[in-house]
């Protein structure tokens, strides 16, 4: 009887894992035909051309942004959650660094690697409130 008991547990464990793993497809577009889908947040402003922002584009090297448009009024960077991740070995986004600007906003960039010490631009917030810090 306990040895039914086990197997069948092992039974629905490996099926309630396989389930879990199962992604559905492609998450963004999942998210377009989703009928609750959040409307944009107000903090998300189109970028004026005569901005700063204006010359940043997404993927762009963190050195190459602060040689383009100048030096950020402060920084700040924390780990995602990929960097918990346990088998998540050098792919990269595991750091994040977010770029003050006081009066334009923040640029966000992800590490692209674990093994480089290189960062990407991975989001651009223009926010004329921004308080630089």
């Not at 997404?58 to 990929?82: A, L």
Request: net charge negative.
């Amino acid at each position: 009887m306990r040895n039914l008991f086990l197997s069948s547990l092992g039974i629905v464990a490996a099926l309630w894992f396989i389930a879990g793993c199962h992604s559905g497809g492609d998450s963004t577009t999942q998210a377009d035909n989703s009928s609750n889908a959040v409307a944009p947040s107000a903090a998300t402003r189109p970028i004026p051309p005569d901005c700063i922002f204006a010359k940043v584009k997404m993927g762009e090297e963190r050195d190459q942004v602060f040689r383009e448009i100048g030096q950020p009024t402060s920084v700040n960077s924390y780990i995602t959650g990929k960097a918990f991740i346990p088998f998540h070995y050098g792919g990269g986004d595991e750091n994040r660094l977010s770029a003050h600007y006081k009066g334009v906003g923040i640029i966000t960039f992800g590490n692209d690697s674990a093994y480089t010490s290189g960062y990407s631009v991975v989001d651009i917030s223009y926010d004329p409130n921004e308080p630089g810090y």
